[in-house]
């Protein structure tokens, strides 16, 4: 619920996101509920695995056990490939295979990088030209999809996407490291959701057993995408032109 505050009311059906950050900055959970929540809302899921093994998805706890479950009642269906000679045209029909025998909803593709190292070398060229198309292919179905991506944190300067692919989506989700008083705290931001306003907060977020957990708005530091953020000292700082009245 704090994320769909966060995206000024959640993701519109159809609506195309990318989900940005660096390694086991929680883009594959962030996916993983996205799909989840999708069944229990009677929208079935592909998920799309490029990186990660199918029994990875199968987290500990009880989320584990609904995923597995949903699963097993082909509520959520996954896609494994690997191999380094794919096109887009094979990949895109095997997920439009999939979203047609579980009459799918959601696509998550996890993750652009290893997406991009399974095809073969000559679509690798024009990957982002290729991948303008398939994201065209799945929302003109009316497929809600989901792409992460992976990227190093680079405190010099901001980058959302790789490859220059932001234009691609529809909205952007970003994920970072900070330090925040001697401890390695995740944050989360809406860079954009086109055609709707959106929360400008930055906030802290942590991964349970139960999923992501969003918290606070970093409201009262500076610098937060530096990753070393300091205590903002705005709110003590008097009005101009303006004295304090004394006590009588």
Do not use: C, W
Not at 53 to 70: H, I, K, N
Not at 93 to 105: C, E, P, Q, Y
Not at 197 to 203: D, F, I, T, V
Not at 206 to 225: H, M, P, Q, R, S
């Amino acid at each position: 619920e704090a994320l769909d505050d966060m995206l000024g009311g959640g993701i519109p059906r159809g609506h195309s996101v990318l989900v940005a950050g660096p390694s086991g900055s929680g883009k594959s959970v962030l996916a993983t509920e996205f799909i989840m929540e999708g069944a229990r809302r009677k929208e079935p899921g592909v998920i799309a695995v490029f990186e990660k093994r199918p029994s990875e998805y199968s987290q500990t706890g009880s989320v584990g056990l609904a995923f597995d479950q949903m699963v097993h009642d082909q509520q959520v269906g996954i896609i494994h490939t690997r191999p380094l000679d794919l096109s887009i045209d094979e990949t895109l029909h095997d997920i439009v295979t999939a979203i047609r025998s579980l009459n799918a909803r959601r696509v998550v593709i996890d993750s652009l990088s290893g997406f991009e190292l399974a095809l073969a070398p000559t679509f690798r060229e024009d990957f982002r030209e290729s991948l303008y198309r398939l994201v065209g292919v799945l929302t003109g179905m009316g497929i809600t999809l989901m792409l992460t991506a992976e990227l190093e944190d680079s405190y010099a300067q901001l980058r959302f996407s790789p490859h220059g692919t932001a234009f691609l989506t529809d909205t952007i989700i970003m994920q970072r490291y900070i330090e925040l008083k001697g401890h390695l705290r995740r944050l989360m931001g809406v860079v954009k959701v086109r055609g709707s306003a959106h929360s400008k907060e930055l906030r802290a977020f942590e991964i349970t057993d139960k999923g992501i957990a969003v918290g606070e708005a970093l409201g009262n530091y500076d610098g937060l995408l530096t990753g070393r953020p300091v205590e903002s000292r705005h709110a003590s700082l008097p009005r101009a032109g303006r004295k304090g009245r004394k006590t009588p």
